[in-house]
């Protein structure tokens, strides 16, 4: 159930191009997260992104080790087709080009949690 989010400062007056780059990108090629041995460490569950004014948010439901998530997500094509066609909106420039462009972006562009909550997933008792 855990959620991460990024933020990403774009410029104001841009809701559709964005909403276009978003929905028009390429596919994930794998929600699978492995470590160095080929070991499944976590997996993408999902998605969301959102954006208002100079604000854009990306978030990611996850379960399992939430730390190999960005070096995964460097190596996948769509990530790198998305980061391309944003450049234009926004507000700061970034180096995401190489894993470790990609890793720092990750870190600074990571919203602290502060709480996550679920419904319950226990049936009504009647």
């Known amino acids: 159930m855990p ?12 809701e559709d191009e964005l909403a276009e780059v978003f929905t028009s990108g390429p596919a994930l090629e ?4 492995t470590d160095e041995h080929g070991r499944e460490t976590a997996r993408l569950l999902g998605t969301g992104v959102f954006v208002k004014d100079d604000v854009l948010v990306r978030f990611i439901h996850y379960e399992g080790d939430f730390s190999g998530i960005a ?3 460097a190596s996948q094509r769509h ?5 391309d066609r944003i450049v234009p909106y926004l507000a700061d420039a970034r180096d995401t080009a190489t ?24 049936p009504a008792r009647t």
């Open 3 to 14: 959620y991460a989010a990024l933020t990403f400062r774009v410029r104001p007056g841009h």
């Open 30 to 33: 794998s929600p699978v997260i």
């Open 71 to 73: 070096r995964h997500l």
């Open 79 to 83: 990530v790198h087709v998305i980061e």
């Open 99 to 122: 894993a470790d462009g990609f890793a720092a972006f990750f870190r600074a562009a990571s919203m602290r949690c502060l709480t996550q909550s679920s419904a319950d997933t226990q």
